[in-house]
């Protein structure tokens, strides 16, 4: 009963190279984010959405881009991947913004290496 | 101070234990907050939100104090499977996006 699934699950990839992620959800939620996660940082935000072609940057957005043209869908891109993006991605939906009582359910993560 | 504390742990418990953790957030005007669970290489999952008045689910009570900005979850009765991270969660200041502190560690033990 997954409303929101991310792809690929993993992914390894050169130095240098674009790498576009789907986060793809069935719920209609307007809200929608990407975190990364990594040792020792936690869940850092990278860009979210509040609506089809509306995103912002979160703290971490430096090298990355976002794109939503349908509500079900957030693609995160990696112009030229580094080492440094190494990390597991997390997509996450929201009925709210935030401040509400929904939270966000996240999707199964992403594990991206480059190499 | 940074936006959300916790302490890591790991906090090793036997069965059947109580045992709290604490967060203590920065910004004064969030109005959102909430437990997470995660598992080893799973995604976060909402445990509970915190209400002003507090709130129990089960075995499981979230506290929050806005003047001294703190939140707390205590966990009654430990069971094995309530080993997990816990990550405690504030909206951020421009009320836009969550922040998630990096997590305290349950390990509960037989």
């Known amino acids: 009963d997954a409303g929101i699934t991310q792809s690929p699950r993993h992914k390894v990839t050169e130095t240098g190279t674009p790498v576009t992620l789907r986060c793809h959800q069935t719920?209609?939620?307007?809200?929608m984010y990407w975190y990364r996660q990594d040792p020792g940082h936690g869940l850092r935000l990278i860009h979210y959405?509040?609506?089809?072609?509306?995103?912002d940057k979160g703290e971490v957005s430096d090298g990355y881009s976002v794109s939503r043209s349908k509500t079900e869908d957030f693609l995160l891109t990696l112009e030229s991947a580094t080492s440094s993006q190494t990390s597991v991605y997390f997509c996450?939906?929201?009925?709210?913004?935030?401040?509400?009582?929904?939270?966000?359910?996240f999707g199964s993560g992403t594990r991206l290496t480059v190499v | 101070r940074k936006e959300v504390e916790q302490d890591p742990g790991p906090f090793n418990v036997p069965e059947g234990a109580t045992v709290a953790f604490n967060c203590t957030y920065s910004?004064?005007?969030?109005?959102?907050f909430f437990w997470y669970r995660q598992d080893c290489r799973k995604e976060p999952k909402l445990l509970m939100s915190v209400y002003s008045s507090g709130n129990e689910d089960g075995r499981f009570t979230a506290q929050l104090n806005r003047a001294s900005q703190y939140i707390s979850l205590l966990i009654r009765d430990s069971k094995l499977s309530d080993s997990a991270t816990y990550l405690c969660?504030?909206?951020?200041?421009?009320?836009?996006?969550?922040?998630f502190g990096k997590g305290t560690t349950l390990s509960v033990s037989s």
């Open positions: 719920e209609n939620h307007r809200y």
């Open positions: 996450a939906i929201s009925e709210d913004s935030g401040q509400g009582n929904y939270g966000y359910t």
């Open positions: 969660v504030v909206d951020n200041q421009a009320g836009t996006a969550l922040i």
């Open positions: 910004n004064s005007a969030s109005q959102s």
């Open positions: 959405s509040y609506g089809v072609k509306d995103t």
